[in-house]
């Protein structure tokens, strides 16, 4: 079950790996560092953008992260943490949607997160999923519907 809260410790330690995890990206085009975290009971799965030559084939951190959590047979988060640890101090409170998830992102996490699911975005706050993107798009066949 997704958690409607979070305890402030885990959101750190979730938000912790997240930054971690953004050193591990490969991002020689842009060179902007994205990390993600991702919840399942009391494990985290970590993911980092994966840029190409072939720009459109870049893959952002909150997805490879996605899918590390789902090959390792997890299908429901229960929390997400994003980072963008490039972003200096001065644009994160100007700009903070240079924080934000894209939105493929959340759309992808909607597959595996529920409307209430929290979404804690590393120096702009934290979210519930429905809030990032209302009305996402479903099918029925998703699983536990
Ligand atoms: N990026 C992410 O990893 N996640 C997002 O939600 C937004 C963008 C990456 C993709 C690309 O490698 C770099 O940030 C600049 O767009």
């Known amino acids: ?13 979730l938000l912790a790996k997240a930054r971690e995890a953004a050193t591990r990206a ?30 459109g084939l870049t893959i952002c951190a909150e997805r490879t992260a996605s899918f590390a959590a789902v090959l390792a047979g997890h299908i429901r988060f229960d929390a997400i943490a994003v980072s963008c640890v490039d972003v200096s101090a001065d644009h994160a409170q100007l700009h903070p949607e240079m924080l934000m998830p894209c939105g493929a992102c959340r759309q992808l996490l909607s597959e595996f997160a529920e409307p209430e699911t929290v979404i804690l975005v590393d120096r702009a706050g934290k979210f519930k999923l429905k809030d990032l993107l209302p009305n996402a798009f479903r099918l029925l066949n998703r699983p536990n519907n």
Not at 1 to 13: F, T, W, Y
Not at 30 to 52: C, D, K, M, P, R
């Open 26 to 55: 490969y991002c020689p085009y842009s060179n902007f560092h994205v990390g993600a975290a991702i919840l399942v009971g009391n494990q985290i799965y970590t993911g980092a953008n994966v840029e190409n030559a072939s720009y």
């Open 1 to 13: 079950m997704a958690v409607k809260n979070i305890d402030p410790e885990l959101a750190e330690e």
